[in-house]
């Protein structure tokens, strides 16, 4: 099994940035591909970025071109990156770090919160 752990978010005005991390522990070996997503209140969960181990990046059309998705390994750990630019209100949500795995079901992270305001 794969434990993720998000960190990064908080509170930034529009137009701003923010970068949010996930580092994954346990079987990383066995990891296919993560990702992030993304649920603001009163809404479904959506994806927002990929990135497979050969580092194909794959984004949602609302962040296309202002979000940045990144992943590197250092021994048994591995992180995960997403450089959020531009921020808009739109991007006010929770956001969850996740990771395909060989066997067994998707793990996911507890989530860090992103608000955007003024």
């Known amino acids: 099994q794969v434990q993720l752990v998000e960190s990064g978010g908080g509170l930034v005005q529009p137009g701003g940035s923010l970068r949010l991390s996930c580092a994954a522990s346990?079987?990383?070996?066995?990891?296919?591909?993560m990702g992030w997503y993304r649920q603001a209140p009163g809404r479904q969960r959506e994806w927002v970025a990929t990135?497979?181990?050969?580092?194909?990046?794959?984004?949602a059309d609302s962040v296309k071109g202002r979000f940045t998705i990144s992943a590197s390994r250092d021994g048994a750990r591995k992180t995960m990156s997403l450089q959020m630019n531009s921020l808009n209100s739109d991007d006010t949500a929770v956001y969850y770090c996740?990771?395909?795995?060989?066997?067994?079901?998707?793990?996911w992270g507890q989530g860090t919160q992103v608000t955007i305001s003024s």
């Open positions: 996740n990771a395909a795995q060989i066997h067994g079901p998707n793990s």
């Open positions: 346990g079987n990383i070996f066995g990891i296919t591909a």
């Open positions: 990135i497979t181990n050969d580092g194909s990046a794959n984004y």
